[in-house]
């Protein structure tokens, strides 16, 4: 699944609103929730391989550069 910037703004925004109506905030349940949602934001990245990369015919160490994109 490509990564998707409306969901996590969205969650970002849901954080944000929940917090302002607490009478007592938490600096840290903020940051554990906040990096939760980029986390989760991240692993949503696809990675697609498009050339660039071998290796000997024998095996041995992966060479070149590679050509793709993240999605």
Partial sequence: MPLNKETLKASIVAIMNDML???????????????????NYVKEA???????????????PVTGVFNGNLS
């Fill in 21 to 39: 109506t607490r009478e007592e905030t938490s600096i840290d349940e903020f940051a554990d929730r906040l990096s939760t949602a980029i986390d």
């Fill in 46 to 60: 696809k990675i697609d391989y498009v050339s660039g990369l071998a290796t000997a015919t024998g095996g041995g």
